[in-house]
């Protein structure tokens, strides 16, 4: 079960409201690569896990990651607590609020949340647990985590080069830290698995794993250890991409006696006779005149 | 600029048409693991990258995953294929269709989308853009590749368990295999950026990079190279692990003169007096004889 | 800041796996009414809470309903354990994991998830913060509180209704139980607000507080306590409804000249000429001979 | 301003609930082709709209949407109410409930909803405004309208093939029927602008205009009238099909001195080092001996 | 399968970044209207259509498409080139920064996405395959690609309206051109199927297929070839609007005695008493003294 | 059925075109606490009633709440009308349109909608379903409606205290006040039903109804009547907060032997070996050297 002290994880300071700084830092409260993302994909990584390190580790971390949820909600209520009494209490002439909100995200969060905080990123586009990539096989999921804490690394850097208040860049580099410690230990438990690549239990197919398919040609081609060297084979004629089994590329199934007749009705009824030159819609909507030319559409 | 060219990448055979099995299929199709989410994910780091092998290889890549959803769309149109025409010409009785549609997303394939392909998962539920994980730093990025090549290998190895078809498991052991060349792909090339970690450019807080936080307790506490070893600092005692900076763990803000003013004036018109015991909506909904017992919910 | 135990708030039994009974109870893991919703509407109110005695509670019981959470989580992922393993490592035939996952959310919670838990409902869709309806002002925020713990208590009991497991029945009743608790003190905290109602500060314009349009009219016109006695004027009169501030109920505005000539020249640009009965493309569709009858579109 | 008379526009006789049926018919009340997105989106074109002449049909039409969607809504709550007062009132066993929600959406409206009527698709999807394509320009938007009744049409045709209650198959048939009739009127409205092709103001590019590009090749390639005749200028060569201004097919930017040296900077820092082959997280993750081989995701 | 040539189809040159104006395009990048929405529309038809000249016509339009999401995506990304590398390096102050991010949806592609270039529109909602509207039968899908592209025609001419750049205002300009080309295609295989109207197999009932209901009634009313001339009856009658078959306007349904036995409990537990005038929570909630006054609310 | 008048339910008078304030009141046009949203609560709701008199008031006030969704589109219809006609035919030059659209919501009602009103919120998030709450049962759903009406009411609250223009003014308080209106009715309707609390049929658990949990500890520790008096125990020892049934708090389920033979398989394979301290991708993408040090990722 869970608990909760008053104190936050990380002593915070913010010298004076900012709405428009409180926008930015809602991408790690309500955004995708935020701390309700973090704290809910471990989660439920940590409800389904049967290893017993790893739902140890797993409950830890997404703890953390609550109570970072809980500081940088802290900061944005800050930032926002400036304009919540004097809108609440209309004590500001409108000419002044509306300036205030002049942003779509921060005009939601004084007109619809009252200056609180809401799971929305800085955009105003609430959070949904489609941010969420948990698949339940570790192999996977470790590297869902290793590869979420560098993203939301890459966030709080990003945040920090934008903010000026000590305090709060103070926190943030705390928070940015965290998920540098966190990325190592998910990297020790991934490869504390051995062997986890590939990930899961089939193998792949001998014939296909070393192939590199250079689709994209023309000036610009490249190369470098992701298709050369002794490990792949790069296949680079157009001919050679497709039906690379060595079929005829087609698509076929069997139907029934019944399927077919239904098909063919449904064909007979809706084929569009190749031949001629019907008049349409937009030759009508085009106008008297037009369509006598060529080009219709195009004339002013 | 695209091309298309109408063999598939890999040849498909259908045994017979079979909805329920489609609908599983659909994660790969219209899923957050699934190909338009792969082709979308390289595709937009693609436009960014400056790099210009890496430029290259996504386009390559981004490329393939879509030939691979025309694969796996191809595959559910023939599993659909039977019911279609049945359905649209109104030659099947209403009794067996309902059968045929007994299940929440096959249902909404048949009536809504005509037994054509949706960009849906298996749920039924509409592909979204918030299923790609891109953030433009091509070392939180390649991991996320990593990540989802990962995913996407898993769901195939899932699929291939579930179906019985050879011709469908065939083609699904192709696309699978795909993936782990595509995480190689990937691995490669974040591991010929050096350094790669942590990403991006500001490193951490060397006072917090190592401390690994025992915030779950109790009996299955457990250690691993995760948090043991020379590498980690465990922090287990509940005190110490809130306010780590050795500030009191409280959030503060200056605010204008103004400003307090308002709050007050807000705090004192919405103040909970904390004295007393008011009657309440639940104390009169609860009927007339139950405000005078302790317990007016529990009786039945 | 949270830290966890890893003893659950209340013991939990599962008699068997049951993939069918852990969908119903997705409701309340990652449905609109379950406890990820609760957890996060007190807790997004708690942030923003001036207010000591109502912080405190909002941080206590949205610190409970996470325990709720697990609790559910917990059963969720019991009922699923049956078939993760076996999926995982390909120990089931196709036939008879095809029976186990024909129904699209447990498919989906398979496929995709790997037998683990979602933060999705019983249909499968994603949780979102759009679920969430705190809105920044305590006489409005613990009325949503309380309808929520209604609505809560109400999903509880229909899933009581439709288990048979003992030790399952036993755990959702401890989980209604305390939305009733929490229904209690949240109503004792609103009327502990004088007067709370109202909501807000702006009084309402007594004109048109007492009125009310009998907007629905015919057979099955009834009254009640809602519109009826001293306090209620019922304008039934359908003249008398529209229009009420006693103008023409008419939307109009003043435009600048440049304004004016922009719409005029769009105006006149697409105007519909309601004279005459041009050709169109319905008429064009509808086939040779159709055009000259009444009824073109109703003839088989 | 709207007002509510008790009799629906259609009486509705059900022989008998049918949660399941209830189910299929939801695609027109909460579903992208129902009843609320056809009223919304013509209500949103009537708000807008300075022609008198449509405003007027678009609110009448808009009117009788809405009046459909109470006729939908009421069929489906008929068909739910069986089940509605033995779920409600505990008068059913848990067995027979949960066969009778063994469907994801059926399961949902019994616990979420209470066997009400929700705003949700047959899969269980929530209704959203994302549905609605009004753009504000009445030569597009006429064409919208017209495409929205073709599909409404096509979705109630499809449900009268799979409903077998007298009563119902009558109302919607009733339903069925007045989509054509508003198809009629919105190509009547179309054409009556003069011209309305191509829509809006800017004529297009005549160099652009007539090309028809055949950029998907291979066995299977066709004509007809949509790119034959005197009308069209097919380009098939595909060295043509790109740069079609003649330019290089590049895309290019002018940056300033800073924001060079910025990039620059970035690229230096993350670049993937073409040379050499890496050791990397895969190839730790393949176990010991795989790093030998060429092909170390293929081995079992 | 799809194959990639690294020449755009036309050749973009961006006079100079412009995170404002990149916004503005990201409506036909990930807008609802945009080139995803339209490369899936007609790629997902493609799949299941049987007609071989729709089929081929569909893969070259939907793979143009894709180019052209390319094009746009490539001058969105040139836009945002400016602040890509200055924010990534930390080369730029804070102040400068914010102001560079003042507006929710740039400040998100900063922030979020490191000036990348998302799969959203321009107010950040993330693409979603709910814009599609594709339905499986060629006489409705055809209307909906008419009016798609007539559609994205039109926000190609509103963004050349706010556009200075040249090079931008040509690419524009030849993207919207080959929408009206689109829709002509679109056209000709329309009316190259005799008869296309009504869409679908099943005619409508000759007794509703020309009654025009006019249902919005007062100052205002109009009309027009929509409603009037040989081909509509119009009723205006208010009665005769409701129960159009001669019924009684209401909705019924047969219920087993158990059923109906189990609605009487629910009905009877949830009554509300017609008479009397119970005391409400809002009634506590006005405080002392509201209660005696007719008005409670309506004072200040 | 539905029938509409021209006249509006109050009249309008908007003094001047202002797209921002336009963007404010989508608020309760498009957003999760406005009309759409009332009016479709109480619809579905009245389609399931079938107490006759909540049922009737049901109808009465949805039907209302579709003409204030009028008025209120009516009013940001015409806060926008300055800027439709300018922009749809080009009379305005590109900067100055720019600057007007500066805002994501506004520049996305002006480029996507044509400056027409859409069902968006002030963020331009699009009005989902999801924000509907009926649940199916009387007493939790008047609860719900009692909640909403007290947000809505504080919404058209802040929109007065941000609005100058006196017309706009005067319509918002005249909806405003509508909200207080309805409040009452549900109110008197809720308490109209003795019992309703708790709602529903099922009793709570006297065991667990009055435990206040003291969850949240430390400096700010509160006690008020939520938690206080007669009615309530308080516990707030850690132990006993957790397993509060007597158990050991565990979470337990009986698996079968093919079942437990399964786990044990996925267990084995996906073990992460708790000794040992492996060589991991962070450790190779920290560099040279950096292995060796403890702290590789905290090194500027």
Chains 1, 2, 3, 4, 5, 6 share one sequence.
Do not use: C
Request: glycine share 10%; no cysteine; hydrophobic share 40%.
């Amino acid at each position: 079960m869970y608990m909760h002290n008053k104190r936050l994880q990380y002593t915070v300071h913010v010298a004076e409201p900012n709405p428009q700084l409180a926008v930015l830092l809602l991408e790690q409260f309500g955004g995708p690569q935020g701390e309700l993302a973090a704290a809910m994909r471990y989660f439920t990584q940590a409800l389904a896990e049967d290893d017993p390190g790893r739902k140890d580790m797993l409950y830890d971390i997404s703890t953390e990651e609550l109570s970072h949820l809980e500081i940088i909600g802290s900061i944005i209520t800050l930032l926002n607590k400036g304009t919540k009494g004097e809108l609440a209490e209309g004590m500001i002439e409108a000419a002044g609020m509306r300036l205030l909100t002049g942003n779509s995200t921060s005009q939601t969060e004084a007109i619809l949340y009252g200056s609180g905080t809401a799971l929305v990123n800085s955009s105003g586009v609430p959070w949904t647990a489609a941010y969420i990539d948990t698949i339940g096989e570790p192999t996977a999921d470790l590297r869902s985590n290793i590869a979420a804490e560098a993203r939301a690394k890459m966030v709080y850097e990003r945040l920090i080069n934008v903010t000026d208040d000590p305090g709060i860049k103070d926190a943030l580099t705390f928070l940015m830290t965290r998920e540098i410690a966190h990325q190592k230990s998910f990297e020790k438990a991934l490869y504390a698995i051995t062997p986890n690549f590939p990930p899961g239990k089939l193998p792949g197919d001998p014939a296909y794993t070393d192939l590199y398919f250079d689709i994209s040609q023309g000036a610009g081609n490249a190369s470098g250890p992701w298709n050369q060297g002794a490990q792949w084979e790069v296949v680079d004629d157009r001919d050679a991409q497709s039906a690379v089994d060595g079929g005829d590329g087609s698509a076929s199934v069997e139907l029934s006696k019944t399927q077919k007749a239904a098909l063919q009705a449904f064909a007979a009824r809706t084929a569009s006779n190749p031949e001629g030159d019907p008049l349409t819609g937009a030759d009508l909507g085009a106008g008297p005149g037009a369509g006598a030319t060529k080009n219709p559409a195009a004339e002013p």
